[in-house]
């Protein structure tokens, strides 16, 4: 089911004169209460959505489609009903709203003025649990340089193990392993922790959605994890090291220094989907198209443009949500303070408007080119399409010289190393005999991937 939009304290107007006239209340459910023409009154303008209702009728679509098996399977069709029929559909069953076109999506993903993001932490009702450092230079560059350095080291040693075997599931012991194996690494934990550390990670990241026991469990897995960062961070500001923990320990913050739960905090927010989900549904595609698989087989460069498009063409990442900061008029609609606002990037990147032959997985793609929302060019390698969970594209140079790569950059250089060294270690690598791979979400509104691929070396 959908997440609800919540009328919070954080998403309420703040009181204003209207042409001096005295400010408006406040109802319950936080909305500001307005007359016709502007002045405070009984009259809530929430109710203006509710009358819309029998302007609503959706022949092309059912709304219980968007909760559907069938919609968690593949959710291209109904989004494609959407993007062509009701690009701004008003979803109430989910009390929501669904953009669906290129130049919706990006507009209100990009429109911090209007609209906004909220954190993992508000959708966990944890607002006041620890800090989020991410945007801390050093944790950035300690982040990058553990990266740069292990990515090929760690791929190589997962590709190793698959000749030697034989056999292989690139799915779970490729594109789900590698992630996880480099974040430790970045952490610099202890081996025989991993296994600890990642099912605690793991339960963590899917706990902030609609099920109220992922959500119990997300935060015995916040606690525990918080627990066991804190001697981590006492040892590593005793003897540091080059490694995120330490980084986060040699803090100096106004605040206090940093804690475990900030630690858990940091790691929360950040991407976990894109790497994983990018590279599974990248090597899907090219087994799946043997066809643009024998063009990167015989030209290596064009390994990178395999995975702009993949990221393009089946996006881990189906859709972000963002809430309106106030009442805006935008796609003929008067749109409600608090308004819950589906942003999907599976409809917008196949958004026949933008993208010829959108459904087409084409790595020789003309149309394909590196672009931020809003059509402004940049070079940190993002694709045509919109990739929601790297967040906005940096505005800073592609290579900057005071300050680490953009997240975009780090992702796709990371898994175009970890797929060149792939196709080194098995140069014979091919899909397993009468295997139909499939992508899906193992539930509604998670990462949309490959889950099972098995191949043969």
Known sequence: MSEPSKFVEQ????????LGKSQPSMSRSGMPLFARNGTPSDYRTYEIYQRERVHEATEKIRPIALTSDEFVRDPYPILGTLRENYPCYRDWLGNAYWLTRYNQVTSVFADDANFESRSKLWFYRLPDY??????????QFAQEKLIDANAAPIAQHIADEFVRRGSADLA???????????LVSTLDLPRQDFDFFVERYWRMQRGFGWNPADEQAGRIAMAELAAYFEPLLAARREKPGDDVISAIAGLQ?????ATGEDVVVTLLEGDHETMHGALANLWFLLLTHPDQFAKVRQERRLLKFAYLEALRHSTPVLWKKRFARHEVERFGRLLPIGGL??????????DPWIFEDPDTFDIERRDL????????????????????GLGKPSKHP????????????????????ASSVLLDTAPKLRLESGAQPALGSLRLGEMHTCWNLPVRF
């Open 11 to 18: 998403s309420r107007r703040k009181p204003v004169k209207v």
């Open 130 to 139: 620890g800090r989020d450092l991410r945007d801390e230079l050093a944790v």
């Open 172 to 182: 779970l012991e490729f594109a789900a392993r590698l992630p996880l194996e480099l």
């Open 253 to 257: 913050l106004d605040s206090g220094p």
């Open 341 to 350: 606002f589906y942003c999907a990037a599976a409809a917008a990147n196949r």
């Open 369 to 388: 080119c590196q672009r931020e929302p809003r059509g402004h060019y940049r070079s940190d390698g993002l694709a045509a399409g919109v990739a929601l």
């Open 398 to 417: 592609g290579m900057p010289e005071d300050r680490p790569r953009s997240l975009y950059a780090i992702t796709r250089d990371t898994i175009v190393t």
